[in-house]
């Protein structure tokens, strides 16, 4: 056998197949063949057969005996020439079982009776090398070999002539493959729409007295009670759990890894729909000094009142601006950045024109300055007002 690795997993799962179909009988009469037609003495074993035929030379003296006794062998064999070489090297006795394939395909081994030329130098298939031999012993047999022969015996096709009316014939009749209708009858069967069997089962045969019991596989029900069934639609199980053996006090009991509710009450919780915890939270541990206050991350309303807010919907500022702190001489001055209205008047606008902010008269605003302050205001020489006056 050839230097390889050892086959591991599927690959040595189907190298054991193959090697499982290797037939004794079969080598036997493979090894006597070749004592007979050459005189070479094969030791039984597969590795045996495998070392005598790894070279190729047994079997190219093989096919030569068998065309020299073959006289009507087929024309293509005329175009095989069986000379083998008895050089070492591995491809020259791979070419040496190459023309044996070629020349047993030619005298007439199907293609797919054929093995491969690693099948015996590497001693993968010794089975099909041993299938092969013995196809070319059942041609033999086929072209009357002059010699010994093995194998088995070769097919023949066997052509038959029917003539119209036996063909009509064999219209009317169901093949055993389908079954027969022949002797068929009603007898048995009772129930509408029940199938009937194609071997036939005699049901008058069978034992009425295990019509009424289910086997184990199905279950028994013959001991069965509604005892211990509380519930509606409840499941009865097949090994028939007694269940007045089961301990009662646990019936009222639930395990930890559902939770429990013995001491579970409605104390502490004061939402609707709020949600029971499995640990049980004793909610009168909490301090009820907590429930009325707003902690610092949400803001707090402690101190909180209506007092400064003038606009409604207001916003309530989180760090609780004190609005009576503030100047409440400023809530009804517009600052700089508005503009004033206090001196404004409907003098030189016209009809859709814009009132500007800027235009306020800056001495009317220094005269208003010095009478809040108790000066004397400066005489200014503005001639407009002096017209004014004079005309007034």
Not at 197 to 209: E, G, T, Y
Not at 261 to 278: D, E, L
Not at 318 to 340: H, K, N, P
């Amino acid at each position: 056998m050839a230097d390889r690795g050892k086959a591991m997993g599927m690959d040595r799962a189907l190298q054991s197949k193959v090697a499982s179909k290797y037939d004794p009988n079969s080598e036997a009469e493979v090894r006597g063949w070749f004592q007979e037609l050459l005189g070479e003495n094969i030791e039984p074993g597969p590795m045996n057969m495998e070392k005598a035929l790894r070279d190729g030379i047994l079997l190219i003296k093989l096919l030569q005996k068998v065309y020299d006794g073959t006289p009507n062998r087929p024309p293509a064999c005329n175009n095989i020439k069986l000379k083998f070489t008895t050089m070492s090297a591995p491809f020259k006795q791979m070419e040496n079982i190459e023309i044996f394939l070629k020349g047993a395909e030619a005298f007439g081994v199907q293609n797919t009776s054929l093995f491969q030329t690693v099948d015996l130098y590497e001693g993968r298939n010794m089975a099909m090398v041993l299938n092969t031999i013995l196809q070319v012993g059942t041609e033999c047999q086929r072209l009357d070999f002059q010699g010994s022969k093995i194998g088995p015996r070769p097919t023949e096709s066997q052509h038959r002539d029917f003539s119209l009316e036996q063909l009509r014939q064999g219209h009317t009749q169901l093949t055993l493959q389908a079954g027969t209708n022949r002797f068929a009858s009603q007898k048995g069967m009772t129930a509408i729409g029940a199938v009937r069997h194609i071997s036939d089962i005699r049901a008058d045969d069978l034992n009425q007295d295990s019509q009424g019991i289910l086997t184990l596989q199905g279950g028994t029900n013959k001991y069965a009670s509604q005892k211990g069934m509380t519930g509606f639609g409840a499941v009865r199980h097949i090994s028939d759990i007694r269940a007045d053996d089961m301990d009662q006090s646990g019936q009222s009991v639930l395990t930890l890894q559902a939770g429990t509710n013995r001491f579970a009450s409605q104390k502490g919780m004061t939402g609707f729909g709020a949600v029971r915890h499995i640990s049980d939270i004793r909610a009168d541990d909490a301090t009820k000094e907590s429930q009325s206050y707003i902690n610092i991350q949400a803001g707090s309303n402690q101190y909180a009142s209506q007092k400064g807010m003038t606009g409604f919907g207001a916003q309530r500022h989180v760090a609780d601006i004190r609005c009576d702190d503030m100047t409440q001489q400023g809530a009804s001055v517009i600052g700089l950045q508005y503009g004033s209205n206090k001196y404004a008047s409907q003098k030189g606008m016209r009809m859709g024109t814009q009132r500007h902010v800027s235009d306020i008269k800056c001495v009317d605003l220094a005269e208003e300055y010095m009478k809040e302050r108790g000066l004397v205001p400066t005489p200014h020489h503005d001639e407009e007002a002096h017209e004014e006056e004079q005309e007034a």
